[in-house]
């Protein structure tokens, strides 16, 4: 399934989490790196708006589809792909961490966080390596001194996977530049993945992320920050939809 705009293409290349695990495993053998982005509504909406997050994101190496939105656009193209929630693969990705040896790194929400998920995920996955966590400072720039110093530190500790939980346009950014700076490492931008693992944010329960509401849930949990989001998102549906059918009859 692919998404085009002006200056960039963007395309959704891993088709379901069995596919993606096991690119991701193969890359862990071969000792070579990655940048995996979730594509959302949200993420299209800052895409359109921005020249320079098109860029960043076309430079992911692994593209999942991060919403039911996606999934039915890319239905409509006859360009299927699955459902591949950051927050359902979170867990998966890092059993494979543990199963391959590969050691880890978290960086992004906040140090309670951080170490609330570490605490967690000791318990449940007694074999992953945890190397090295690390929180930015507000408003930190993901190109920048901060981010150099971070790379280094993860480098230094022997992470080859980094858990990235910021938010967009910041994770995919910090992703993609890590991916050159230390190309030996996967950099996964999961979001609030971790916040999640760490019991501060609480996903909607299973039957309502069944119905494909989840997104309903959100809105009521924190209507002042999400609603204008997913108004937005409702903007561009028609042109998605559109754009959609353009693929299809290609």
Same mark, same amino acid.
């Given at each position: ?19 993606? !695990? ?7 053998r &071969?000792?070579r ?8 509504l949200?993420? !299209? ?6 020249a320079s ?28 792909v ?10 998966p990705l890092l ?5 391959e040896?590969?050691p880890?790194?978290?960086?992004g929400?906040?140090p309670e966080? $951080? ?10 996955l007694?074999? $992953?390596? $945890?190397v090295w966590?690390?929180a930015?400072?507000?408003g ?5 001194l901060?981010a150099d110093?971070?790379l280094?530190?993860? =480098? ?14 910041r ?5 993609a ?8 490492i996967?950099f ?9 693992i760490? &019991?501060?944010?609480v996903?909607?329960?299973?039957w ?11 809105a ?13 998102c409702?903007?561009?549906?028609p &042109? =998605?939809?559109?754009a ?7």
């Amino acid at each position: 399934m692919q998404f085009r705009f002006p200056d960039q293409t963007i395309t959704v290349n891993m088709p379901d989490q069995p596919s993606l !695990l096991a690119e991701i495993r193969s890359r862990f053998r &071969g000792g070579r790196g990655f940048s995996l982005a979730t594509l959302n509504l949200d993420h !299209l909406v800052k895409l359109r708006a921005s020249a320079s997050y098109r860029a960043t994101y076309a430079a992911q190496d692994l593209i999942v589809a991060d919403g039911n939105p996606i999934v039915w656009l890319s239905r409509l193209a006859r360009r299927p792909v699955a459902l591949v929630p950051g927050s359902d693969l979170l867990r998966p990705l890092l059993q494979l961490a543990a199963d391959e040896g590969m050691p880890v790194a978290f960086y992004g929400s906040t140090p309670e966080v $951080l170490a609330q998920a570490a605490a967690r995920l000791a318990a449940e996955l007694p074999a $992953l390596q $945890l190397v090295w966590t690390g929180a930015p400072a507000m408003g930190f720039d993901p190109t920048g001194l901060e981010a150099d110093a971070a790379l280094h530190a993860m =480098q230094a500790a022997g992470a080859r996977l980094c858990i990235v939980s910021l938010s967009a346009p910041r994770q995919e950014a910090f992703a993609a530049y890590g991916r050159r700076r230390a190309p030996q490492i996967g950099f996964c931008g999961f979001g609030a993945g971790l916040d999640f693992i760490a &019991g501060q944010q609480v996903r909607a329960p299973a039957w309502v992320r069944k119905l494909a509401l989840e997104w309903v849930w959100r809105a009521l949990s924190a209507p002042r920050r999400m609603i204008p989001r997913y108004t937005a998102c409702i903007a561009i549906l028609p &042109g =998605q939809i559109a754009a959609a059918l353009r693929q299809r009859r290609a």
